[in-house]
């Protein structure tokens, strides 16, 4: 038996999100179904993170178990073959039997893009927030590194999450500007549920006067959901990278 890791990336606009559910189409759903067409074989497949219906995914990383005797490095072309132009697997390589594609994980990162031009951009639709007013990215990048390090991210956390422990590190958090497109980055140890979007949404409410900046630390030393901004939409989150 093989544990193979796959690599692979997909736009979830059609999705909702990574996890098999019962009536939706999800994109584990849609790679068991291709492995299945592949190799005969019905394979529970290990993502490296949930994601929400509508977020995208530049890496993202599963591995599973297989008795297949196609060569790692061919199972990219072959499963692609059966997969939708919105998903492509671009690596896949055999990895230790305890590999675990969530648990193992060291280190991940998120971007956010935020259109911010005056009319909607139609090649940014459903893959970037329209934000049509002012936002200055060199003042929010001042402001954002008060996430740096080590907090209890509790009021950066959706409400129905039902995780105990919600203390994590961020290593980096940062804003750039290419033209009208504004990235918002962040990376850390692990992220909790909404917890990305929360935080663009708070800097956003920042940016928009809904916020008063000083008060950021005590909304986080506060770990109160209410008190901190809104939920930033699905579809201008990706999943950037995963470091093991």
Not at 215 to 226: A, V
Request: hydrophobic share 35%; aromatic share 12%.
């Amino acid at each position: 038996m093989r544990n193979l890791l796959l690599e692979l990336r997909y736009d979830g606009s059609d999705f909702h999100g990574w996890q098999i559910q019962k009536d939706d189409i999800t994109v584990q759903q849609i790679m068991t179904e291709a492995f299945l067409k592949v190799t005969g074989e019905k394979v529970n497949i290990t993502g490296c993170s949930r994601t929400d219906t509508g977020v995208h995914a530049n890496m993202y990383c599963c591995n599973l178990h297989s008795e297949s005797e196609i060569p790692a490095s061919n199972f990219p072309n072959a499963l692609n073959f059966y997969l939708p132009p919105t998903i492509s697997v671009y690596g896949c390589k055999e990895v230790d039997d305890s590999f675990h594609a969530r648990f193992d994980a060291k280190e991940k990162e998120y971007i956010y893009l935020i259109y911010n031009g005056k009319y909607r951009n139609p090649f940014y639709e459903k893959r970037a927030l329209l934000y049509s007013y002012k936002l200055d990215e060199k003042y929010l990048n001042e402001i954002v590194q008060i996430f740096k390090g080590k907090h209890d991210f509790s009021a950066f956390c959706n409400a129905g999450s039902d995780v105990e422990d919600k203390t994590r590190t961020i290593y980096d958090i940062s804003l750039e500007r290419e033209n009208e497109l504004v990235k918002v980055k962040i990376r850390g140890d692990g992220f909790l549920y909404n917890m990305v979007r929360i935080i663009v949404g708070t800097l956003l409410d920042i940016s928009n006067g809904k916020i008063d900046p000083s008060s950021l630390i005590d909304i986080i030393e506060s770990k109160d959901r209410n008190k901190a901004g809104v939920t930033a939409p699905a579809h201008g989150l990706y999943l950037n990278k995963v470091i093991y």
